[in-house]
């Protein structure tokens, strides 16, 4: 079953609202979430690493206002975008392993469409 | 930096043979992780094999193993006797540092879309 779950997994929204997508590890804790992002027949792009108790870890181009990480727990972990565009419209998807030998455990993703 | 290249964007494949996808990758890290996983349509992304930088042995699991040339850097996904099921696209990803940091981030590689002919 599922060890790494991701909600909304759809999610339509106006421009200019903000939207939060959750992750949560089910049946371990995770200090580490990652989060991807995945255009269309394209890679998936490491985005942030979310860090317990701590500041996200942001690659080179993420904008960390736009793109709020919080990492309140050791299950969960929560991404919102904030005064979404229509060029914030992709696939997010997070994921967490329980040590570095083991694979990443990927969430089912949240696609989402700015209108 | 480390780095990730697939050099084969698209493959089709008759059903029942077997196909290799390739993947080089470039770290100055001694220790690292080598993944291969899939995603179908549906977009999940499913894990299938991994491949530890100190592992002697090539990877196997099932219909799916990997070839490790550690010297020249590359980490090739062979899936045997293919299956329709098989139609995806196939990421491989590399983990630098420890085995045991799950800090380590993934890359991925840009991708192979594999189709499995009838």
């Known amino acids: 079953g599922a060890v790494v779950s991701q909600h909304p997994s759809r999610v339509i929204c106006k421009s200019g609202t903000s939207v939060k997508i959750e992750c949560r590890s089910l049946d371990f804790q995770a200090t580490t979430m990652f989060w991807y992002r995945q255009f269309p027949k394209q890679s998936l792009m490491l985005m942030a690493t979310s860090n317990e108790g701590s500041k996200a870890t942001y690659e080179q181009g993420v904008e960390k206002d736009k793109f709020l990480i919080n990492h309140a727990s050791l299950t969960l972990s929560t991404l919102t975008v904030t005064s979404a565009h229509p060029e914030d419209s992709s696939f997010y998807i997070c994921?967490?392993?329980?040590?570095?030998?083991?694979?990443?455990?990927f969430g089912n993703g949240t696609r989402l469409t700015v209108t | 930096a480390q780095k990730i290249t697939q050099t084969q964007p698209g493959m089709f494949v008759q059903e029942k043979e077997a196909v290799t996808l390739d993947c080089t990758y470039d770290?100055?890290?001694?220790?690292?992780?080598l993944f291969w996983y899939k995603q179908p349509s549906s977009g999940e992304m499913i894990f299938l094999i991994y491949q530890g930088s100190y592992d002697e042995q090539n990877a196997t699991e099932g219909r799916y193993s990997l070839n490790f040339q550690k010297a020249r850097k590359s980490a090739n996904l062979v899936i045997s006797a293919s299956q329709l099921g098989d139609s995806a696209m196939y990421f491989c990803a590399m983990r630098e540092g420890s085995r045991y940091s799950s800090a380590s981030k993934i890359i991925f590689g840009s991708g192979t879309r594999l189709s499995i002919r009838p």
């Open positions: 994921s967490a392993s329980r040590t570095g030998g083991s694979p990443l455990h």
């Open positions: 770290t100055s890290d001694q220790s690292y992780g």
